[in-house]
């Protein structure tokens, strides 16, 4: 089975950044997109971007052009850069995996809290 592991969250000011990381335990990392998803307090969970398994990456609207998600096949390591934060992109941060029959089990998430 798969198991996630997100880090990298942390309290940040407006207009700064965080590099998330979503490691991921399956050898077969390479064939999967990897999705990332938040959750803000008292709202459902939404999704952010994904990255395909030769590097296409969407972005959500709210996030695009602030937002870059990137893959690491060796370290099997899904990144989400994420600059000009702003308050609005407090959340946990999620990742998870797709290689074509759904999402797998959810990891517990990352916290990202971003004011002044």
């Known amino acids: 089975q798969v198991q996630l592991a997100e880090s990298g969250g942390g309290l940040v000011q407006p207009g700064g950044s965080l590099r998330l990381s979503c490691v991921v335990s399956?050898?077969?990392?390479?064939?999967?997109?990897m999705l990332w998803y938040r959750q803000a307090p008292g709202k459902q969970r939404e999704f952010v971007a994904s990255?395909?398994?030769?590097?296409?990456?969407t972005y959500a609207d709210s996030v695009q052009g602030r937002f870059t998600a990137t893959r690491d096949q060796v370290k099997k390591t899904a990144y989400l850069q994420m600059d000009n934060l702003k308050p609005e992109d407090t959340a946990v941060y999620y990742c998870?995996?797709?290689?074509?029959?759904?999402?797998?089990?959810w990891g517990r998430g990352t916290q990202v809290t971003v004011s002044s």
């Open positions: 998870n995996a797709n290689a074509g029959s759904g999402l797998v089990p």
């Open positions: 399956r050898s077969a990392f390479e064939l999967y997109t």
């Open positions: 990255i395909t398994s030769d590097s296409a990456a």
